[in-house]
């Protein structure tokens, strides 16, 4: 319904006194014609929308005639019929368009199926205006008598046939015979008869002339009821007339002025004259020195209304137009160039994506990463189903980029994550479901998901709520995990919603809960202990070589509480501006092991050319220690034995660090129809450990080159 | 829960009514709602910073962190 609100602001709401124009009736035609040859026959709605939209714009500032306004509402709805199957919106647009002009009709090769149905269904909903019919009218066949108080046979036959046709509600041919009776005995009651149905049949100012002359005569002629009859609908006729005032211009030459055909004499002009309701056109023309010039306007006059014209004589060759974003459209051969006018769509049956990436990370903490990946998605935007899948290869030199690889032994390991999902929509509902593991010699996780969505007042809003179940093994290598490991489940669930907050703003907001239970303490990791007296005196970043010396001997291993909940409140807003897009993120975290962090995340897109993107990038994170996190652990050995910290750690993502990221990106779209992409993006990485042993800060390059193409 | 639907009622009913017509610049493909980020990207902020969330959905762990 939100579509039906906008389309009758366009044309429905205007005030009494607007000025209309054709001027741009021929652009905005080949406008039209443009959308149907090019973007309809490729399934590509949305784009023609955009198309119909510019369209609109262009009417809205006042340069279209209603012909082709209502044209520009049959294209709109012919889009929702037929492309996006919307019946329902489809019937309202085209009510609309038979409102702004009741001889429109459906595009030609457009006016089948689905399209007509709403067309037929919009036409018996909506009378098409007034009741007139025009028919051909009988003639008087001659050889009958006239009866008594008529002094014709002939006046009293067309008499006869106006009634009928009054009767039959055929006001317009009521008024034709009424006419024809009149011409040949000029009768009052004829007169106030052809009153009636010209003021039924729109055509209030013949009306008006006969009531006018049937009140000022019928009292002579005993008509003392029909004359006050007359005179009532004369007054209340007279309020609600719509009245032209045509002014005419300083100065030409033989001006010619008509109103529907009709010539008004020039000493009529300047002042108020009355006009049917409706459509009405206004023609003008002149001369100016030798040269001929013209004027012509459509304009809907309303009921009580008063509407000024300024007559506004231009060379025929001249015209008033806009068009610089119209050639541009018009010129488009593609969605890319489209994209560079007002910004690209979706839309064909099937879509399929491939992508290949190529990623790696180093640091001076002596690690290095390389993950290939590939990923592949199928989806269908009309039916409303997709599915997709992905395989990322990690080859690391340590496990992990948080393991001091100083102090510990280098080793290469290669992790496998292969990940899957798929997910169907039911009209604005989608569901959705997703599996991923991820594999390594002494790490397995298992995890799968479900999400839902659903689009909500007129797809502005997104509500969306996601559960995903995580089942994980963690062991040491070279042992099986049926000799040692220890489980971890996790449950979570993430609540978002995302808001079209105007035409150019993507609003996405959410929670994400994450319940994890189990010991994820790792079984290589020790922690350092010092002795009580020793532990204030080491200072954050002490050498290996420091600490092996001041330590206590024991070797502790790490000791994590077995139950973790995580919560991440996160926003993202994204902007499209006329050749580049803003985003930011931001996620507020916090858990129940007292680590809080906030992060901060934007890039600036921009469309620098139709195949290049260009963007730079900044991550900001922040976060503080958990409760439980010491920069010296001490132990005490007592005669009961070894006192140690019941939870202890020396994993330093749970102490307090800041990370900044900064870096940017390319990507060139490549081959004839843009459908390639190749993409390189790379950043510096800095990390500084607040309070941590062995490391103050950290730099690292994080780099990924990505290739991908789209098939449809 | 209420306050947060309250708040979504009214910052939507703040917000300008949107036709599928006026939607090209929404449907550019950085537009997206989701993260842009790569999967490599990803992965290394999800090792390298203590906290996670906030991608809109789940998935699987790993041995890293």
């Not at chain 1, 090019?38 to 939209?53: I, R």
């Not at chain 2, 009514?17 to 842009?36: C, D, F, I, N, Q």
């Not at chain 2, 490599?40 to 999800?46: D, I, P, S, T």
């Amino acid at each position: 319904m939100g579509v039906l609100v906008v389309i009758a602001s366009w044309f429905g709401a205007r005030p009494a006194l607007a000025q209309d124009t054709s001027a741009n009736d021929a652009e905005v035609e080949v406008l039209i014609q443009s959308v149907f040859e090019a973007e309809y026959p490729k399934k590509q709605f949305v784009e023609a929308l955009e198309k119909l939209q510019l369209a609109s714009t262009v009417c809205q500032e006042g340069s279209c005639s209603a012909k082709v306004r209502a044209k520009v509402l049959v294209g709109v709805a012919t889009v929702l019929a037929g492309g996006l199957k919307q019946e329902k919106d489809a019937i309202e647009v085209f009510k609309l368009a038979i409102e702004e002009n009741p001889k429109v009709d459906l595009i030609k090769g457009f006016d089948k199926g689905p399209i007509k149905q709403a067309w037929d269904k919009a036409r018996k909903a909506k009378p098409t205006g007034p009741p007139v019919v025009d028919q051909e009218r009988k003639k008087y066949p001659g050889g009958m008598r006239a009866p008594r108080g008529w002094k014709t046979a002939e006046a009293h036959f067309y008499f006869q046939e106006a009634i009928k046709a009054q009767d039959d509600r055929a006001f317009g041919l009521c008024v034709g015979y009424a006419g024809d009776s009149i011409g040949a005995e000029d009768r009052v009651g004829t007169k106030f008869l052809r009153a009636q149905c010209a003021e039924s049949a729109g055509r209030w100012v013949q009306a008006l002339a006969d009531y006018e002359t049937v009140s000022e005569q019928g009292p002579a002629l005993g008509m003392h009821d029909t004359a006050k009859t007359a005179k009532t609908k004369l007054d209340a006729l007279r309020a609600k007339v719509p009245k032209l005032v045509l002014r005419p211009p300083a100065r030409a030459d033989n001006l010619e002025v008509s109103l529907d055909g009709e010539r008004v004499p020039n000493d009529r002009l300047g002042g108020e004259l009355w006009a049917d309701p409706g459509q009405r056109r206004i023609t003008a023309s002149g001369k100016v020195g030798d040269q001929t010039v013209t004027f012509e306007r459509d304009v809907t006059l309303e009921e009580g209304s008063t509407t000024a014209i300024d007559i506004k004589l231009v060379p025929a060759s001249s015209r008033v137009t806009d068009n610089r974003i119209l050639k541009c459209l018009e010129e488009s051969k593609s969605r890319e160039e489209l994209a560079a006018c007002i910004g690209e769509g979706t839309g064909s049956e099937i879509n399929v994506g491939v992508s290949v990436e190529l990623s790696g990370y180093i640091d001076s903490d002596n690690t290095e990463v390389i993950s290939p990946a590939v990923g592949f998605n199928v989806e269908s935007p009309t039916d409303g189903w997709g599915f997709g899948g992905s395989f990322l290869v990690d080859v690391v030199s340590t496990a992990s980029t948080d393991i001091v690889a100083s102090a510990s032994p280098r080793w290469t390991e290669v992790r496998y994550v292969p990940g899957i999902n798929g997910f169907k929509k039911f009209g604005d509902f989608k569901l959705g479901l997703g599996g991923g593991a991820s594999i390594e010699p002494d790490y397995l996780s298992i995890a799968a998901g479900i999400n839902a969505s659903v689009d909500l007042l007129d797809k502005r809003v997104t509500p969306s709520l996601a559960y995903g179940f995580g089942y994980d093994l963690q062991g040491r290598a070279g042992t099986k995990f049926s000799t040692f490991s220890t489980t971890i489940y996790q449950n979570s669930v993430d609540a978002g919603v995302s808001i079209v907050a105007d035409k150019s703003t993507v609003v996405t907001a959410g929670l994400t809960a994450i319940f994890q239970t189990g010991d994820t303490s790792k079984p290589y990791r020790y922690v350092p202990m010092f002795d009580p007296d020793i532990a204030p005196l080491v200072p954050a970043g002490l050498a290996k070589e420091e600490v092996d010396r001041v330590r206590n001997g024991e070797r502790v291993l790490e000791q994590l509480p077995t139950d973790r909940q995580r919560y991440a409140l996160y926003g993202r807003v994204a902007h499209r501006l006329e050749h580049s897009t803003f985003r930011i993120d931001e996620r507020l975290y916090y858990d129940t092991w007292g680590v809080k962090a906030s992060t901060t995340d934007s890039m600036w897109l921009f469309d620098v050319d139709p195949r290049v993107r260009l963007w730079p990038h900044l991550r900001a994170h922040v976060q503080t220690g958990a409760d439980f996190w010491q920069l010296a652990y001490t132990s005490r050995r007592t005669t009961a034995g070894l006192e140690l910290p019941n939870v202890r750690t020396g994993d330093r993502e749970l102490g307090p660090l800041l990370a900044f990221s900064g870096g940017g990106g390319v990507r060139f779209a490549l081959g004839e129809e843009k459908n390639w992409g190749l993409a390189f993006n790379a950043d510096a990485v800095y990390t500084r450990y607040l309070n941590h042993l062995f490391i103050i800060e950290r730099w690292g390059g994080f780099g990924a080159l990505v290739a991908e193409v789209d098939i449809e | 829960m209420q306050a947060a639907v309250l708040g979504i009622v009214a910052f939507t009913s703040g917000c300008a009514p949107v036709a599928p017509y006026e939607r090209g610049k929404l449907a550019h493909p950085t537009m997206s709602a989701g993260s842009l980020s790569t999967m490599g990207e990803e992965h290394l902020h999800a090792i390298s910073e203590g906290a996670t969330g906030g991608s809109g959905g789940t998935g699987s762990g790993c041995g890293c962190n």
